[in-house]
Each structure stands twice: as C-alpha cells, then as structure tokens.
C-alpha cells in the first residue's frame, strides 16, 4: 500500500524558517528518487528539490541557497529544511517520488503560508 504522509507546515513570517517531514512507504522510498513539490495558490504543482537514493541533490533556482532536503533511508523519511521562507513560497508542498508516475498516488500535502 502506498502511503506519503507531509508535516510540519504552518504560518511562519518572512524569514522564518520550518522543517517538513514526509513518511513514505518503503516501496517508494527504496526504488525512487524523492522529491518535494508544492502548488502554490491557483497555480500549477512545482518541482521544489531532488534527493536521489545515494543521497545526491538538486534544487529548483528559486529555493537554492535556501532550502536543503535530505533523507533518512532507515525511517523512510524525507524532510525539506526551509530557511530565509518568503511570501511567495506560499504553497500547499507535497513529496512523491521523482519522476512521478503519471496517475499516480499523492498524499494530502502540507499548508506552509508565510506572511506577516
């Protein structure tokens, strides 16, 4: 059964940080890249940041120097440690695998809204 399971949103003002948690289903987890995502309000979903399973990273332009993601492979965890956050990183964020299987399964996301 798949399962991804985000946390650890909220309202932070601009320049705060927070730390999201995803928890994957080992079957995700072990075969995939993971990634984060988010859809911003009334706007398309967006790739965020890549962590490959060696542990290799890649970041979209407008999160780098910013937000770091990594892994922890013995709890089937993602996290994305977001710092310096801005009024335009509004976003419900979401984690999956990277590529995203096209149909496939997404957990309910998590709501970060920074604004002061």
């Known amino acids: 059964q798949v399962q991804l399971v985000e946390s650890g949103g909220g309202l932070v003002q601009p320049g705060g940080s927070l730390r999201l948690s995803c928890a994957a289903s080992?079957?995700?987890?072990?075969?995939?890249?993971m990634a984060w995502y988010r859809q911003p309000p009334g706007k398309q979903r967006e790739l965020v940041a890549i962590?490959?399973?060696?542990?290799?990273?890649n970041y979209a332009d407008f999160v780098k120097g910013r937000f770091t993601i990594s892994r922890d492979n013995a709890k089937n965890t993602v996290y994305l440690q977001m710092n310096s956050l801005k009024p335009e990183d509004t976003a419900v964020y979401y984690c999956?695998?990277?590529?995203?299987?096209?149909?496939?399964?997404w957990g309910q996301g998590t709501q970060v809204t920074v604004s002061s």
């Open positions: 080992g079957r995700i987890f072990s075969s995939s890249a």
């Open positions: 999956n695998a990277f590529p995203v299987v096209p149909g496939g399964f």
């Open positions: 962590i490959n399973r060696g542990g290799s990273t």
